[in-house]
């Protein structure tokens, strides 16, 4: 049997700013395949009030939902759960989708849901909301690890995020260190969306 390749471990933050970091991040990586130099996307986030484990965006007409394993040393786990595609089923929304937003599951009437007809299930949904995010990412490679600078858009909220992800959390804590971003908050994007829209009644990291 093939083996599965190891999840990753990442640090992620958001704020208003982080020239300084990105700055340092360009000039320490190695260089990185033409394709993520620079790309853009539109994506929707699925945000629950009752849960903060599964990360769900739905990108090119495609649902993707991460969960969250565990942290070691700060850095957060996350391994896929899910990859759909629309129209989707009412039994994989009933058994699959649902349950990983942990809010009780609508009446389903139809045998299967184009993605219109399952955000108008979330617009209906008291403890659902879909987001609007906008990602203009910059892709770069340093200590081994996978690093990414972005503006993004959040329902037209402008901020910022720096990322590191690696299999081995002592090349993320090596990188972090190099960037300048030892002791800036950890915060996902599940978090962020969370405290931009009001959800959760904390500042960004900057």
């Known amino acids: 049997m093939e083996e599965l390749p190891k999840p990753r471990f990442e640090f992620r933050t958001f704020g208003q700013n982080f020239d300084k970091q990105a700055?340092?991040?360009a000039r320490l990586s190695e260089p990185v395949p033409k394709n993520i130099w620079q790309r853009e996307s539109d994506e929707i986030y699925i945000l629950s009030k009752t849960n903060?484990?599964?990360?769900?965006?739905?990108?090119?007409?495609?649902?993707?939902?991460?969960?969250?394993?565990?942290?070691?040393?700060g850095l957060e786990q996350w391994n896929p759960l899910l990859k759909g595609e629309f129209p989707i089923s009412k039994k994989q929304l009933e058994v699959e989708v649902f349950p990983a937003f942990k809010v009780d599951i609508p009446v389903l009437i139809e045998e299967h849901y184009s993605l219109e007809e399952f955000l108008e299930l979330i617009d209906a949904h008291h403890d659902l909301q879909k987001v609007s995010v906008h990602k203009e990412r910059f892709g770069y490679m340093v200590n081994n690890?996978?690093?990414?600078?972005?503006?993004?858009?959040?329902?037209?909220?402008?901020?910022?995020?720096?990322?590191?992800?690696?299999?081995?959390?002592?090349?993320?804590?090596?990188?972090?260190?190099?960037?300048?971003?030892?002791?800036?908050?950890?915060?996902?994007?599940?978090?962020?969306i969370k405290r931009v829209i009001g959800w959760i009644q904390k500042p960004l990291a900057n």
């Open 23 to 25: 700055k340092l991040m």
């Open 145 to 192: 690890c996978i690093c990414e600078v972005a503006n993004v858009l959040i329902n037209g909220a402008q901020v910022s995020t720096i990322n590191a992800e690696s299999i081995e959390t002592t090349d993320i804590k090596k990188t972090l260190s190099e960037v300048d971003l030892e002791g800036v908050e950890n915060i996902n994007y599940l978090q962020a």
């Open 52 to 73: 903060d484990i599964n990360n769900t965006k739905i990108r090119d007409g495609k649902m993707d939902i991460k969960t969250y394993i565990k942290t070691v040393d």
